[in-house]
């Protein structure tokens, strides 16, 4: 006997598609290394016009000049400039070639041409809705770690605390599923039990010792 596979529809092709990560614009160091890079330009290109006209060279530049002509290779100043020029090198290709945004979490697409993202932030309040939800639990911390990981912290003030985490488990499962990220974070859950408040039962009964007396009344 066989069966008749299902077509696949474009909601399936969509959701079967593993949404990658959306790429940071990094308008900020892109706006500080044209900004930098402008200004020494502008400065060399300044200069250079200048001296074409029969103006002497800056003296920012001919102290940058004499200074780098009097001081050897293996100078404590060239050798910390170097490495700091190789640190920010590095830098700036290690956000050129990596996509960034790691506070947006990437959403599984409801369309081949739609990509939405969930930001770190939400999804961490829309688990501690869901963990607040739950009967026992009277305060929750929650933090999304990286994309894969969601650790929350519930206070349980009533109840059986088993019963509880096995209700606060299976909220938090169905919370995760309904934030329709590509990728469910692992939620790691830990529970405190609420400190339960001491009655003080002395000057509060009637026949308690040194209790006040209420005044006889003929």
């Known amino acids: ?22 790429w940071s614009a990094r308008r900020g160091p892109a706006a500080v290394l044209a900004l930098l890079g402008s200004a020494a330009c502008g400065m060399l290109l300044y200069d250079q016009v200048a001296m074409g006209y029969g103006h002497p060279a800056a003296p920012w530049r001919t102290h940058t000049k004499d200074w780098l002509a009097d001081t050897p290779g293996t100078s404590g100043w060239v050798i910390g400039a170097a490495a700091i020029l190789a640190v920010l090198g590095v830098y700036l290709m290690v956000i050129a070639l ?18 939405a993202v969930l930001d770190r932030a939400s999804a961490a309040a829309l688990l501690r809705e869901a963990a607040l939800r739950t009967p026992g639990v009277t305060a929750a911390r929650v933090r999304v770690r990286g994309r894969r990981r969601a650790r929350v912290r519930a206070t349980v003030a009533y109840g059986d605390v088993t019963a509880v ?13 309904r934030l329709g990220l590509a990728h469910p974070p692992r939620v790691r859950l830990r529970l405190t039990a609420a400190p339960t408040p001491a009655l003080a039962l002395h000057g509060n009964e009637p026949d308690a010792p040194g209790a006040p007396t209420q005044p006889e009344t003929r």
């Open 98 to 115: 990596t996509p960034g945004g790691r506070r947006r979490l990437p959403m599984a697409p409801p369309a081949p041409s739609v990509r």
């Open 1 to 22: 006997m066989s069966t008749a596979s299902e077509p696949e529809s474009p909601e399936n092709r969509a959701r079967a598609r593993t949404p990658h990560r959306a």
């Open 165 to 177: 985490r096995a209700a606060l488990h299976e909220e938090l499962l169905a919370a995760t599923d």
